[in-house]
Every structure is written in C-alpha cells, then in structure tokens.
C-alpha cells in the first residue's frame, strides 16, 4: 500500500483507540464509499478545523464567541462545573443534574507528558471565580492521580478567593474518566459533591 491511501491509513492510525488494522478498514471504506459521503465527512473535518474554537468564557468547543450555555441566562452563575475536556462537560451536562455554569481547562497537570498548569486555562478560572457572582466551584476532574493532582493545584489557587470548594462524590471510579462515566453515576457524584 503506498501513496494517497497509506497516508489515509496513518492519519487514521493516529486517532485515539484505532490502531493500523482499523485504519485500514475505514480507509478501504472511505475508498469504496460514494463520493458525495467522503466529501461530506471531508467537509465536515473541514468545519471543525475553521470554525470551531474555545468559548471565549468557559473555554468549551463552540463554533461561537461564546457558547450557548454561557449565554444561556437560566443557568445559575454562582457556580462553576470544572473539567479537563470539552467531552468532560458533554457528560456533566448529559446528567442533567447540573444547572451552574462550565469551564474547560483544556487537560490536566501532567510533568511526564510536559503538561503544567502553564498550559491550562487556569488563569481564565480565576480572573471568573473573583467575580462577585461565583460562590461554588466544582473540581469535576478525573478521579485519578493526576486530575487530584490537578484538583489540589486549583485548590490552591482558589481558596484565598473564598469560594466553596467541592468535588464530585460518590458515583465516580477511582483511576476512571469522567466521559466514560454512566449519566446516572455523573447525576450521584454531582449531587454528592463533597468540600474541598
């Protein structure tokens, strides 16, 4: 296999949980399927690429300046949701339990990957959380070594501020991630947070 269908087949190999064997399965798909399909994925790729960016506010995917539920007015403003990812806050808000507001940090603090707290949104958590409407921040980070990590680093930063802080409670894995947590599990832990 060489040319345009082996570059496919490493540019597939690289998404996460495809290995060669399934790149090449979706590249032969891809080479078998009708047209107007392989230029409609193409374009929607495309899409995301030009068009979707960070809300300006919670830092979450949005093809807005800034996404709908920040805008949204019924939301309670008092209170932030933490997460690492835009797919931590999908699963957050597919619960249906919670009702405040969302920041995305964009990762978490990782020294073997090269990840600090330098490369998070973190300052854009704080500038928030000294507003005077904010009373509550939730650390909703993966309950493993490095979202504690995590968590204790903003702990840190955001006590002299004065806001509660919590964190999901019962519900959640240890070691586990939060995307791949059950609705109902999400809907426990948040309604169970704990103090930091």
């Known amino acids: ?20 064997r399934s790149a090449e399965r979706l590249a032969y798909h891809l080479l078998a399927a009708p047209e107007e ?3 409609g994925l193409a374009g929607a790729i495309r899409e995301l690429v030009t068009r979707v960016r960070p809300c300006r506010v919670c830092h979450d995917a949005t093809d807005r300046e800034v996404c709908e ?15 690492e990812t ?20 964009g990762g978490r603090v990782s020294p073997l990957s090269g990840i600090g707290p ?23 980070l993966a309950p493993n ?9 903003l702990a840190e930063q ?20 939060m995307d791949f947590a059950p609705a109902s599990a999400l809907a426990d832990a948040m309604n169970g947070r704990r103090e930091v």
């Open 118 to 140: 330098e490369h998070l949104s973190i300052e854009a958590l704080l500038a928030r959380a000294r507003g005077d409407e904010v009373r509550e921040v939730v650390l909703a």
């Open 86 to 105: 835009p797919r931590d806050r999908r699963a957050v808000e597919e619960s249906s339990t919670w009702r405040g507001l969302y920041h995305v940090l």
């Open 158 to 177: 955001l006590r002299p501020l004065g806001v509660r802080l919590t964190r999901p409670a019962r519900g959640l894995v240890s070691g586990g991630e």
């Open 145 to 153: 070594a490095e979202g504690d990590a995590t968590a204790a680093h």
């Open 37 to 39: 399909e392989v230029l």
């Open 69 to 83: 539920i920040c805008e949204d007015a019924s939301r309670d403003r008092a209170a932030i949701c933490v997460v």
């Open 1 to 20: 296999m060489t040319g345009p269908l082996e570059e496919l087949v490493l540019a597939l190999a690289r998404l996460p949980g495809l290995g060669r």
